[in-house]
T-cell receptor
Framework: EAGVTQFPSHSVIEKGQTVTLRCDPISGHDNLYWYRRVMGKEIKFLLHFVKESKQDESGMPNNRFLAERTGGTYSTLKVQPAELEDSGVYFC??????????????FGPGTRLTVT | GQNIDQPTEMTATEGAIVQINCTYQTSGFNGLFWYQQHAGEAPTFLSYNVLDGLEEKGRFSSFLSRSKGYSYLLLKELQMKDSASYLCAVRFSGGYNKLIFGAGTRLAVHP
C-alpha cells in the first residue's frame, strides 16, 4: 500500500512568488492534515480536512495560505505571496478515524520550502 | 497554552536502554502519540497511549500517567539505526484530531 506522498520534495522561490504544494493521502483515508515545521521549532498544525470539507483551520497563519481538497482526494496548499518566514518543511498526514478508535496519522516525507 | 516539553538531545550506547520523557498540560487530554523521525524523512508512528500504564511493542515501550501529565518512551537494546528524533504529540479534546507536538528529542546512539 502506498504511503502519503508529497510533491515537490523541495522548492526554492523568491519572496513574493507563489508556490503550490501537493499531498496525496493514503487511499481511503478521509482525514487529511497539513502541518509545518519552521527552523528549530516544533511541528505545528495548520488545518484538517474531512473528505473535501475543512474541519479545523485554526492553525493557518494568515490569508496568504489557501488549502483545497476538491473531490476529497488529494490536497493542495498554496502560499501567495510567499514571505521569508514561510520557509520550513510542510508535512501532510492522513488517517482513518472514528469516534471509537482514533487511528494514528501517517505522515508524508514533507516538502522543504525555502523562500529567498 | 498547550506546551509539550521533552529534552532536546540525548545520547546513549548501543545495546543500552534509554528513556525519553514528555510532559504536557493535563487539561483536555485525549491521547498521546510517539513518532520517530530520521533526518529528511517522514515521522513514523511508534505508539499511542490514552489510558494510564505501559504499552509494549517489541523493543519500544511507552508509559502514560494522565494525572501527572507525563509520558515516557523506553527504547531497549539500542541499535545504531535508532539514532533519530523522537516526537511526543498530544491530542486534546475540543481540538478535533489535530496533534500538538513537542520540539522533539534528538537521540544519538554510539557504538
Amino acid at each position: 500500500e502506498a504511503g502519503v506522498t508529497q510533491f515537490p520534495s523541495h522548492s526554492v522561490i523568491e519572496k513574493g512568488q507563489t508556490v503550490t504544494l501537493r499531498c496525496d493521502p493514503i487511499s481511503g483515508h478521509d482525514n487529511l492534515y497539513w502541518y509545518r515545521r519552521v527552523m528549530g521549532k516544533e511541528i505545528k498544525f495548520l488545518l484538517h480536512f474531512v473528505k473535501e470539507s475543512k474541519q479545523d483551520e485554526s492553525g493557518m497563519p494568515n490569508n496568504r495560505f489557501l488549502a483545497e481538497r476538491t473531490g476529497g482526494t488529494y490536497s493542495t496548499l498554496k502560499v501567495q505571496p510567499a514571505e521569508l518566514e514561510d520557509s520550513g518543511v510542510y508535512f501532510c498526514a492522513s488517517s482513518q478515524e472514528s469516534w471509537q478508535a482514533p487511528y494514528e496519522q501517517y505522515f508524508g516525507p514533507g516538502t522543504r520550502l525555502t523562500v529567498t | 497554552g498547550q506546551n509539550i516539553d521533552q529534552p532536546t538531545e540525548m545520547t546513549a550506547t548501543e545495546g543500552a536502554i534509554v528513556q525519553i520523557n514528555c510532559t504536557y498540560q493535563t487539561s483536555g487530554f485525549n491521547g498521546l502519540f510517539w513518532y520517530q523521525q530520521h533526518a529528511g524523512e517522514a515521522p513514523t508512528f511508534l505508539s499511542y497511549n490514552v489510558l494510564d500504564g505501559l504499552e509494549e511493542k517489541g523493543r519500544f515501550s511507552s508509559f502514560l500517567s494522565r494525572s501527572k501529565g507525563y509520558s515516557y518512551l523506553l527504547l531497549k537494546e539500542l541499535q545504531m539505526k535508532d539514532s533519530a528524533s523522537y516526537l511526543c504529540a498530544v491530542r486534546f479534546s475540543g481540538g478535533y484530531n489535530k496533534l500538538i507536538f513537542g520540539a522533539g528529542t534528538r537521540l544519538a546512539v554510539h557504538p
